[in-house]
């Protein structure tokens, strides 16, 4: 029983590491030229491309934070662990075409995501489109970080 879950792991782990890549070609067209300056950025480690952290207008999911809460309860499977109280605060960047790319829970290491963490970066991965956030009047990526309490 134990070889089989060591190895259920291990598929799992194996699997999420791969939506994490093919995540990243999806959305890793380079829109960093001629963005604006006025408004907080980083230059991000991984994606070598510039991200906001502040803009004039936040990205937005569609139908508003309501549909939001809802999509997540919706798609959202508790895993088979006995119980779990806590939260899990996920990142991720809301492209200029509005799609979710680079997404982590903040301070985890992917070795180390429990089964949780990884359902709740499963339902993000499936969200649809945001409306893109604007710095200038200029859809730009940003950063945003979605907090979950159970």
């Known amino acids: ?8 792991q291990f598929c799992i782990k194996k699997l999420f590491t791969y939506f994490v890549f093919m995540s990243y070609l999806v959305c890793s067209t380079d829109h960093s030229k001629d963005l604006p300056e006025d408004c907080p950025n980083y230059v991000d ?73 990884q359902e709740g970066l499963r339902v993000l991965r499936k969200m649809p489109n945001w409306k893109p956030g604007k710095c200038n009047g200029k859809a730009v990526p940003v950063r945003m970080i979605f907090p979950v309490r159970f």
Do not use: A
Not at 1 to 8: A, C, S, T, W, Y
Not at 86 to 113: A, P
């Open 1 to 8: 029983m134990n070889d089989v879950l060591f190895i259920l």
């Open 45 to 117: 480690n991984i994606t070598k491309r510039k991200i906001y952290t502040f803009v004039d207008t936040m990205p937005e999911y569609p139908g508003g934070q309501s549909e939001l809460s809802h999509f997540f309860t919706m798609n959202f499977t508790y895993p088979n662990v006995k119980q779990f109280q806590g939260s899990i605060f996920m990142e991720f960047v809301i492209d200029t075409d509005g799609c979710v790319f680079n997404e982590r829970i903040v301070n985890k290491d992917i070795r180390n995501l429990t089964l949780v963490d």
